[in-house]
Structures are given as C-alpha cells and as structure tokens.
C-alpha cells in the first residue's frame, strides 16, 4: 500500500512538464496551511531532487495523506489533469483498483524503486543497452559519470527509458535477467 503510494506519485510528477514540476518543489517550500506536518520543506530537503526523489519525500513526510497533500498541491500549480489523474487513480477503500492498475504497468515500471535501491551490477547492464541501441553513446558515457548504482539506475529510468518505450523497458528486463537473475525471481515471486 504504501509502495504503491510512492509508484502512483512518482508517475504523477512524471508527467508533469519540467516547468511544472519546478513550479511544485518551488510550493513545497510554501506553508501549506494543512494540520499535516511538516508544514513546509527546507531547500535543502528540495536540492536536487527529481520526480521520484520528491515521491520518496512526500511518501517519507506524509504517508496516508500523501496523495491527497498531493493532489492539492498539484492542482495549486495548476496542473489539474495530472491531479485529477492521481486522485482517480489512489482509492484508499479500493486497493483492487490500484492492484489492477500496476498490473497493467510493465514489469519494470512496477518495479521502479526497487530496481533503483537493489541493482548492483549496473555497468554491464549498461553495457547491453548501449549494445542493443537502447542508449546512445552519449547517455551511456552520462550515466556511467553517476557515481552510485542508484544514480546511475535513476538516470535510466528518468531518460532513456522514459523516451524510448517498451522496448527499452523489455531490453533492461533481459539484461536485468542475465546480470541480476536473484534479485528478478525475487520481484517476480513478488508478483
């Protein structure tokens, strides 16, 4: 329940443009006027922060309420298609309905945050995509600048993935398959 929180938010900043999603850590700074708490994010807790790291913080800060905080803050900015999204999406008294919509999702996108936390043998992985054409060379030499395997998973996910589709989606899954064999039966017995 509270992964499938950090998923459906996560997608939500996703789709936001990249002057909206400024637009929502630049409110998250601002008092909200809410009985939750923190009532307001520091910078510091803002800096760098990308769609899924802002995920991780409202989850982190907000639990339960963090769709709703959400929501709200989403459609203060205006974005009121990507809130309206995510609150039809989040039914606290109908998991069935958030169970189905992950189900639809590909395997790695369901898997996102756990494939960011558990890859550890990321260069090969890399390696592949560069090989089957996934990534180009530049985006290869990119993530192979990112100092963690956590950075360098995150840049896949919020690049060349997100623009090259299924496909992508379906190389990473063989690659993870063939350098992370453990870690995919564990997901996958997961369901």
Not at 81 to 87: Q, T
Not at 118 to 143: F, M
Request: aromatic fraction near 6%; proline fraction near 4%.
């Amino acid at each position: 329940c509270f992964e499938s929180r950090r998923i459906l938010i996560a997608d939500a900043l996703e789709d936001l443009t990249p002057k909206d999603l400024s637009k929502f850590t630049a409110r998250l700074k601002e008092p909200r006027g809410d009985e939750h708490k923190p009532a307001r994010f520091r910078q510091g807790q803002l800096n760098g922060k990308d769609h899924q790291g802002l995920a991780d913080l409202l989850t982190d800060s907000f639990s339960g309420n963090a769709v709703s905080i959400t929501v709200a803050l989403l459609r203060a900015i205006g974005a009121n298609r990507v809130a309206e999204e995510l609150g039809e999406s989040w039914q606290p008294d109908g998991p069935s309905h958030t169970v189905y919509l992950l189900a639809t999702k590909h395997f790695v996108d369901r898997n996102r945050n756990e494939l960011i936390y558990r890859v550890s043998n990321v260069v090969p992985i890399l390696d592949h995509l560069l090989q089957e054409k996934v990534l180009k060379d530049e985006q290869y030499d990119e993530a192979m600048k990112k100092s963690t395997a956590q950075d360098k998973m995150r840049f896949l996910f919020s690049g060349p993935l997100k623009s090259a589709g299924d496909r992508a989606k379906d190389e990473l899954l063989s690659a993870l398959k063939k350098y992370e064999p453990y870690l995919i039966k564990d997901l996958e017995r997961k369901g």
